[in-house]
């Protein structure tokens, strides 16, 4: 059963109740199975794909690379969970997060993704309150958030050094 994008985003925020939101049910929540995938090229994050034999109730399977780390793994779940969320009439056989996608060069499918994914995993309603209890690093609130620093700097919008030295998103 499809739901609208309203609704979905709706369920999400009612899974949003502390941090670091916990993206795998929320995965769950919409019919979804996570898998973690090892031996992936460094370049694959991950992949939503419809599965038969693996998905969830809704057919479909989200695949991550398990090499990667626990902050790109979360961030790739949330991103797949977006695809399924905005695109699922995209999504065909599968659907690819790769180096691409992270190139700066996507396309405003995968900018849709990324904003949903940045929303599921930092929502303001909750950031705020961090910030307004005068918690406002980088550092501290991507580790309340289990995301990475580049990510938080990119989600508070201040600049962030070491997102020149290649840390994933």
């Given at each position: 059963m499809m739901i609208s994008v309203s609704e979905a985003l709706n369920a999400i925020r009612s899974m949003q109740v502390?941090?670091?939101?916990?993206?795998?049910?929320?995965?769950?929540r919409f019919g979804l199975n996570v898998y973690s995938?090892?031996?992936?090229?460094?370049d694959l994050s991950g992949k939503i794909k419809k599965?038969?034999?693996n998905g969830g109730p809704s057919g479909y399977a989200i695949f991550v690379n398990a090499d990667h780390p626990r902050v790109r793994r979360r961030f790739t779940i949330a991103h797949e969970i977006?695809?399924?969320?905005?695109h699922r009439d995209a999504i065909g056989d599968e659907l690819l997060d790769d180096a691409l996608y992270r190139s700066g060069l996507s396309g405003p499918m995968e900018v849709a993704a990324n904003r949903l994914a940045a929303d599921i995993l930092m929502p303001w309603h909750l950031l705020n309150v961090y910030l307004q209890n005068?918690?406002?690093?980088?550092?501290?609130?991507?580790?309340i958030f289990d995301v990475?620093?580049?990510?938080?700097?990119?989600?508070?919008?201040v600049p962030y050094?070491?997102?020149?030295t290649g840390e994933g998103a």
């Open positions: 502390s941090a670091p939101v916990k993206v795998v049910p929320i995965a769950n995938m090892s031996g992936w090229p460094d599965d038969p034999e977006a695809h399924f969320i905005l005068g918690i406002n690093s980088v550092e501290e609130l991507a580790e990475s620093k580049s990510t938080m700097s990119i989600r508070l919008g050094e070491s997102r020149k």
